[in-house]
């Protein structure tokens, strides 16, 4: 479904629910629209089920650029529905991440495991034992909501946000988990940091919708060795 | 020092002065935002005065509180919200040229009516380019890409004189005092609001709250009282209206989130979003709903008047060509 939504922006619903295949099929459909290289065609902004697609006004018009964009929309879905076509995510990429998790990293991650009827061990051993998808990029710079995580290390954001949170925290809120790139405010359950950095003013984010990450313990000395701060 | 590195040396930067141009393009998806100069109306003009190419780096002074010198002679521009401007104690007008000598001082007092002023120098303001843009998100915390302090030197790009005083036809230097009615695009989630709230919406008056930034404006007035349950987090655009679960709208500005998910009556057009940018806690705000073609018109007449005028020889006016 193609919809209006400003002067310059029109969006694509692709379903009315969160789903692990989603962020494939949109990364396919940009990859269709990039490659028609349009002057007009400005940003492309992937979430869980739409993609926001910008466009210059001064060369196009709502319906015009609905026009140009149904046919690659069309041959995505085809691809999608098909069961012979190679799946569209052929060209999926994991990123494993490391985190020390610890509660000199992870000041929530005691709370958390109490709350949940684990051992912090048992949380660990839970965060890392599947990958997760890279839903949609947003909030900051960099920053990936990834999910979803086991129900059984599922939790809520904290009641009050801390005012600030540090770069590299690996955090989770309900069935997502995300690395906060750089410091700022946030609400996640933080239990862990990684010492990767996630944004880069000339390589620009490593994390894109449609890539799956995987995060794998380290300790102490490996975390200060990778570079990150105590 | 050679002359070419001397500029203008702010010894004030008041509340918050950040350069801006016309903004990121392409760079959301990366969860960057679009930052860029809010109010395009005065930024636009501060440049045309100059003759700079359109989108040429400002510095865009919030609320004034602004005092530099000169360290050369130079003719600069500045338009935009209503202060006590000076040049060595003296007053003096904007939305025009200002001649300076070298050694003269510029103070730009608290502003009184309006926002955000403008100041160009010829060429456009020398400085770092990221991301395709020299604008300056703050919220987003890039190392050296804040706003700026005391005892910065704005650089000019290029050297040439302008020796001809220029003013902005005086209908078209907006009064920012008067009551706003923003046109509203609707979207396609418009259904999920009742046709009450709706109705409330397009018939009540709203007040500019304190919460009020580059991120966005919050507004203050009959809540809306049926506001729909969150939506999947989705693109946003500038202008985009967010009802979160108070029921008060929230316009969303230049330095927006790229991704949100609260219930959205539609996207203010742009043109508007510049004249919200200069307006003031306390002043009131009126939605109306309007057509996306009429929106994109309106719009482009905008952006072909800055591209496709120029002066007339008696510098009050400009001509199309």
Known sequence: MISPVSEDALLVTLADAIHTELPQQIRAICQQLEARNWPWLQDLIPSYTTLLIVYDPD????????????????????LSTSTTAPAPGSDER????PVYYSEETGPDLKALAVACGLSMEAVIT?????????????FAPGFAFMGEVDTAIAHPRRETPRQKVRRGSVGIANRQTAVYPVSSPGGWQIIGNCPTRLFDREKLSLLSTGDRVRFYSVSRQQYLDLGGEL | MSSHQKGLWVTHAGVSSSIQDSGRCGFRRQGLAVGGAMDLHAFNWANKLLDNPPGSACLEIMLGGFQATAERDMTLALTGAYAEITLNGVQVCHWQTLTLRAGDRLAIGHSQSGRILYLALPGGIDSPMWFGSQSVVPRER??????????????????????????????????????????VIPGYQIDRFSKDDLLRLTTSVYELTQQSDRMGFRLGGPALTDVPSGIISEGLTIGAVQIPGDGQPIVLLNDCQTIGGYPKPGVVASLDCHRLSQRLPGQTIRFEFTDIADAQNERRLFNRYFRHTRWVRSATGLVWV
């Open chain 1, 59 to 78: 060369q196009i018009d709502f319906r015009q650029a609905a026009a140009a964009i149904r046919p690659a929309l069309a041959k995505c879905t085809e």
């Open chain 1, 126 to 138: 839970t965060h890392t034992a599947r990958s997760y998808q890279v839903f949609a990029m947003g």
């Open chain 2, 142 to 183: 890039m190392e050296g890409l804040g706003p700026i302090g005391a005892n910065t030197r704005l650089l000019t790009r290029t050297l040439s004189e302008h020796a001809s005083d220029r003013k902005v036809p005086a209908s078209s230097r907006p009064d920012y005092q008067t009551e706003l009615t923003l046109r």
């Open chain 1, 94 to 97: 994991t990123i494993d991440l």
